[in-house]
């Protein structure tokens, strides 16, 4: 079973769309995280929830939306995609300070 | 920022031991040392953490100085799988959030 899933694994799309991206883990971890690693690979912290409620919030723009419906759910909404937002987008989870990550999502703005 | 430092990139043999280290010569008393590692293109790793004491579990040995300034990740015995970039990590933690700040990390290339 897997711990941490995203979905889509890829995703293309012209500049000015909004897209989402999906993220759940079955873990029963009580925070989640996003993370963002461009293509100098270095990775980021974007967002972090704990039982539903943002944590952090790193200086990322508005146009970026963490959603967490419940506890195993942390999806982000993008609008008005820019060049710049391509990237690979990480999810996480974690119990104290282990976090567990997934796949990744490949995001190409075109 | 990163609080740590580590070399950008390693050579070890198969089947060597592989000692990755890590400086972090401004950690707070409470602060944890953390290693992941991130195959390419796959999501990082948790591999093993500690505080002041050596640890050990399946995947690793964690060294920590007695001043704990400084510390090293051993692979007993490098495999071509373990070749990854190695992240060493003081995480801070608040609110029930940990945040991992990433640094450049040390690639290391397990050779045949």
């Known amino acids: 079973d897997t711990a941490v899933s995203q979905t889509p694994k890829y995703l293309v799309t012209q500049m000015g769309n909004d897209k989402s991206i999906k993220c759940e883990q079955n873990?029963?971890?009580?925070?989640m995280y996003w993370y963002k690693q461009d293509s100098k690979k270095f990775l980021k912290i974007m967002f972090s929830y704990n039982n539903k409620e943002l944590i952090i919030n790193e200086t990322v723009p508005n146009r970026f939306s963490p959603k967490s419906p419940d506890k195993a759910h942390l999806n982000l909404h993008i609008n008005s995609l820019e060049l710049g937002d391509s990237a690979v987008y990480f999810c996480?989870?974690?119990?104290?300070?282990?976090?567990?990550f997934g796949p990744g999502t490949r995001l190409t703005v075109t | 920022d990163a609080k740590t430092t580590q070399p950008p990139s390693m050579d070890c043999a198969e089947g060597r031991a592989a000692n990755l280290p890590c400086n972090h010569s401004?950690?707070?008393?409470?602060?944890?040392v953390y290693w992941y590692r991130q195959i390419h293109s796959q999501g990082p790793q948790y591999i093993i953490h500690g505080l002041k004491n050596n640890e050990t579990n399946e995947m690793a040995s964690l060294i920590i100085t007695e001043d704990r300034k400084s510390s090293t990740l051993i692979l007993p015995h490098a495999t071509l799988r373990d070749t990854a970039v190695y992240y060493c990590i003081v995480e801070s933690s608040g609110a029930g959030s940990y945040q991992l700040t990433f640094g450049k990390g040390t690639k290391l290339s397990v050779i045949p």
């Open positions: 873990l029963g971890h009580d925070t």
């Open positions: 401004t950690i707070s008393g409470n602060e944890y």
């Open positions: 996480a989870s974690s119990w104290g300070g282990e976090q567990y």
